[in-house]
């Protein structure tokens, strides 16, 4: 089955402490990206990548760290240096052959709370 | 810079009505792509149509439609013969195009279908 795969579902991070969200895609888009949710608001992007080893900041980046090695993976790293974690983290991606390419296709999400 | 807005307090639906959920945009960009998402409870956000600046016919996806006003810029989701699962947020974004064009996100709409 293609899809976008997100892990942990729930993450709990304790105070100083870096953790890691995983995105893996088995749809060979070439786009990813990371988006943060708060309650009762839209989608800000934090990171994305339109190819293998590049990726850019996007609009919260501060306090968090991507990787791009491999085409189907997209981690990030939610570091010590963000103040205020807690949030609701969707991974997407884009490139496909549907029309148009540049639509976006998330993952299920992952729910990073702070203890 | 690209502003979504989508001021609608929460809407109630019967089920098996039609229901318009607005959305207005802002950008200076001719050319430019309006997506409509909808996430349930369970938090995956969900592609449901897409429109294109210069398609001069409104899309249609099955029970969605996208009625497409440019020079209002606004860019409504019809829903028709409303079911009880598509009670969810639904968010409007739009994507400029061109190198690094960023996904911008409206703050969302929550509609609840009454049996």
Sequence with gaps: D?????????????????????????????????????????????????????????????????????????????????????????????????????????????????? | AQKITQTQPGMFVQEKEAVTLDCTYDTSDQSYGLFWYKQPSSGEMIFLIYQGSYDEQNATEGRYSLNFQKARKSANLVISASQLGDSAMYFCAMRTTGANSKLTFGKGITLSVRP
């Design chain 1, 2 to 115: 293609g899809g976008i795969t997100q892990s942990p579902k729930y993450l709990f991070r304790k105070e100083g402490q870096n953790v890691t969200l995983s995105c893996e895609q088995n749809l060979n888009h070439d786009a990813m990206y990371w988006y943060r949710q708060d309650p009762g608001q839209g989608l800000r992007l934090i990171y994305y990548s339109q190819i293998v080893n590049d990726f850019q900041k996007g609009d919260i980046a501060e306090g968090y760290s991507v990787s791009r090695e491999k085409k189907e993976s997209f981690p990030l790293t939610v570091t010590s240096a963000q103040k205020n974690p807690t949030a609701f983290y969707l991974c997407a991606t884009s490139g496909g052959y549907r029309v148009p390419q540049e639509t976006q296709y998330f993952g299920p999400g992952t729910r990073l709370l702070v203890l």
